[in-house]
């Protein structure tokens, strides 16, 4: 019975956030309009304390309580009012992702700058009962940084979850928190397949074209120095750092050049050929091996470095979204 109705109510909370809270473009400052602010459990138990001490008070005509309930509750207001202060006017900003294979933890830079001369205390940033708490800010354009952890299950392109940004400093009286979510593109790479065979150890450009062209040559490590090397390839920091002459070592991106096509990767759908298309991707880079990768009309030519890499899994995790 309770399930159904949970349900329900996390349904109208997630609509009401849709549309008081949408999504934007960073940076977002915290507005008087965007924070909310509540009693925490030790507020309420203070609360009810003050109360009695009021009633004894009342009951006994001791001008001794009257103070001391007056006082309490006077303690309690400037919480309050330094608890909603601590949250106003900061700046949030969301840092560049680092991409993550689907199934992997994210986790997304969040930028906290204070641009006013009061000091920010004990900031934290929630999202689905995670908590991490930042350090003080503790000046003008002084800055903070979290991460906001979270696990996209499917390749593609993702936003970041909205999370909350929270204090109860100074007495933990009070609660105050603001919602925030904020536009920023994750790029998720798909899961590599656990199996399904090694990649293919040659093959021809789909297309017919030429892939690499002479003069792009890879650096495959370093190897000892020897007399009449080319001057150019001379490897100067190791010198500096351990007194010995090293030579750079570049291995030939024309030898044995494979191409991945999509239409020619075995599977049953769609993510399944890209899985294994990941696969042979890191193979193919781990044992420094130039390819090529042809999904449909889009084709990138055969190279090599993290950076063909990464365009090569960036397109596989953004192939079919639109």
């Given amino acids: 019975m309770l399930g159904p ?15 008081h809270h949408p999504r934007r473009a960073g940076p977002y400052r915290i507005n008087r309009r965007r924070i909310y602010i509540l009693p925490s459990r030790a507020g309420w138990g203070y609360g ?3 109360l009695i001490v009021l009633l004894a008070a009342m009951n006994y005509s001791n001008s001794l309580g009257f103070m001391l309930a007056f006082w309490m509750a006077a303690v309690g207001f400037v919480a309050m009012h330094e608890t909603h202060a601590n949250l106003l006017g900061i700046e949030v900003r969301l840092g560049p992702p680092e991409p993550v294979f689907a199934g992997e933890a994210a986790h997304q830079p969040v930028h906290l700058r204070n641009s006013s001369r009061k000091a920010r205390t004990a900031l934290t940033i929630s999202q689905d009962r995670l908590a991490e708490v930042a350090a003080e800010i503790s000046d003008c354009d002084s800055e903070a940084h979290l991460y906001l952890r979270w696990t996209p299950q499917a390749r593609g392109v993702h936003r970041p979850p909205r999370f909350a940004l ?13 919602w925030v979510h904020l536009a920023q593109d994750q790029v998720v790479y798909p899961k590599p397949a656990a199996g399904g065979g090694e990649p293919p150890h040659s093959s021809h450009d789909p297309a017919g074209e030429i892939g690499l062209e002479r003069g792009q040559e890879e650096l495959a490590g370093l190897r000892e120095y020897v007399q009449g090397d080319n001057p150019r390839h001379i490897h100067w920091r190791s010198l500096a750092a351990h007194d010995q002459l090293a030579s750079k070592n570049f291995a030939d991106p024309r030898s ?33 091996q130039p390819f090529g990768l042809a999904l449909g009309a889009t084709r990138i030519p055969p190279g090599l470095g993290d950076g063909h890499r990464d365009q090569c899994l960036e397109a596989l995790a953004r192939h079919g979204q639109g």
């Fill in 166 to 178: 929270s204090s109860d400093w100074p007495l933990g009286l009070f609660r105050a928190w603001s």
């Fill in 256 to 288: 044995e050049v494979v191409w991945l096509d999509l239409a020619a990767t075995p599977g049953h759908d769609l993510e399944e050929r890209l899985s294994l298309l990941c696969r042979w991707v890191m193979a193919l880079h781990g044992r420094r």
């Fill in 5 to 19: 109705l949970r349900r329900a109510w996390q349904r109208k909370v997630d609509d009401w956030m849709r549309r």
């Fill in 48 to 50: 009810a304390g003050a």
